[in-house]
Nanobody, 124 residues
Framework: HVQLVESGGGSVRAGGSLTLYCAAS?????MGWFRQGPGNRREGLAS??????KYADSLAGRLYIYKHLGNRTLSLQIDSLQPEDTAMYYC???????????????????????WGQGTQVTVS
């Protein structure tokens, strides 16, 4: 039974930073972070495969994604948080497609079969 457990969310003042964590019950080569605000679609923020890291253009420079703890924990550092960053943040994982396909599809929620329950980030 695969589990992805997010943590690290909370309330933060505008301009601050947060690091989110996703602990996986097994290793996945492809893992990523998404967010969904009220009334919005789920948005891909960043993802990494064995050989590539992708970031959403709209948040370029504010995000840093990395794996650690035996490559089973995926973290996302978010800097310069603003109220519009308020959302539920989700971790996602799946087996990796080809490098070319990963580049084209990493930001699509349907590219991932496994999801965590989410961690809320509120910026005020």
């Amino acid at each position: 039974h695969v589990q992805l457990v997010e943590s690290g969310g909370g309330s933060v003042r505008a301009g601050g930073s947060l690091t989110l964590y996703c602990a996986a019950s097994r290793f996945f080569a492809c893992m990523g972070w998404f967010r969904q605000g009220p009334g919005n679609r789920r948005e891909g923020l960043a993802s990494m495969s064995a050989s590539s890291v992708k970031y959403a253009d709209s948040l370029a420079g504010r995000l840093y994604i990395y794996k650690h703890l035996g490559n089973r924990t995926l973290s996302l550092q978010i800097d310069s948080l603003q109220p519009e960053d308020t959302a539920m943040y989700y971790c996602a994982a799946d087996f990796c497609p080809s490098t070319a396909d990963f580049g084209r599809t990493w930001h699509r929620a349907r590219s991932y079969s496994y999801w965590g329950q989410g961690t809320q980030v509120t910026v005020s």
